[in-house]
């Protein structure tokens, strides 16, 4: 159920937060994960088997342990924004946003009127309408709902100044795999090509009132992206996982 959005609140004041990927559709598994400090998780339906209705169990594993549910849609379509928020996220990650066109398609997706045109029905979301009209509901909606728009194409790079013009988009978040795939070097994201665009989205993105999202799998790349300007981080579940275990097995077997 929607409550306040610790994680938006903390970007508006300037603050860094912290999430990680999560594909699991286990809300026990999740629990323990958003137990270990996170600011917010983000269930991916992109890269993962993840639907609209695994999403209710994931949020409740969140909202009891004060941590902000968002969803990976799996692409920007009305119908997947509204369910996966319908269910319970608090914000969304929109893949594959190409123009200026297609974020303010997103925002209409996921705002209610008059800013937007998301259906309006009783949901998880919104407790059923159980503690709330539906009135206060859509206003309390629209402002603590985040929107997290992906840059992870060549195109979508070129045409970042004109997203920051949009109203409503929260984060302005660089995918670096699939940005270093549409400019010919996969996932060699240390590519000079790739990091001067990198860096020239985040120029953008810093100077606008919007935040710089970015996907930081080691803290070493985390802090420097922090001196760069950026203030939403993501990291991997099974990749920390897997950096966690190596380094046991390592340790004991000496």
């Not at 159920?1 to 300037?14: D, S, V």
């Not at 994201?189 to 970015?214: C, N």
Request: net charge negative; glycine share 10%; hydrophobic share 40%.
């Amino acid at each position: 159920m929607l409550i306040e959005n610790t994680t938006k609140r903390k970007l508006q004041h300037g603050e860094a937060v912290y999430g990680c990927f999560f594909r699991q559709a286990e809300p026990t598994l999740a629990e323990f994960v958003a137990l270990q400090g996170w600011d917010f998780l983000v269930f991916d339906g992109e890269h993962g088997s993840l639907q609209a209705r695994d999403i209710e169990g994931l949020a409740r594993a969140c909202e009891l342990n004060g941590v902000t549910p968002v969803a990976r849609v799996t692409a920007n379509e009305p119908s997947n924004i509204l369910r996966y928020l319908d269910a319970g996220a608090h914000g969304i990650h929109v893949p594959w946003v190409n123009s200026a066109v297609e974020v303010e398609s997103v925002i209409t997706a996921a705002k209610y009127g008059p800013r937007g045109q998301r259906g309006l029905a009783g949901s998880r979301q919104g407790g059923w309408g159980s503690r709330e009209s539906l009135a206060d509901f859509t206003a309390r909606a629209n402002r603590e709902t985040m929107v997290i728009i992906h840059i992870e194409t060549a195109r979508a790079a070129a045409a970042v100044e004109e997203y920051t013009t949009v109203d409503d988009v929260d984060v302005l978040f660089i995918g670096p795999t699939d940005l270093s795939h549409s400019l010919g070097h996969p996932g060699n994201v240390s590519h000079p090509d790739v990091q001067r665009v990198m860096e020239q989205v985040a120029e953008v993105v810093v100077a606008s009132d919007k935040t710089l999202g970015i996907f930081a799998g080691s803290p070493t790349f985390a802090a420097d992206w922090y001196e760069r300007g950026a203030r939403y981080f993501t990291a991997g579940f099974e990749g920390l996982v897997k950096q966690g275990m190596q380094t046991y097995l390592t340790a004991v077997r000496g």
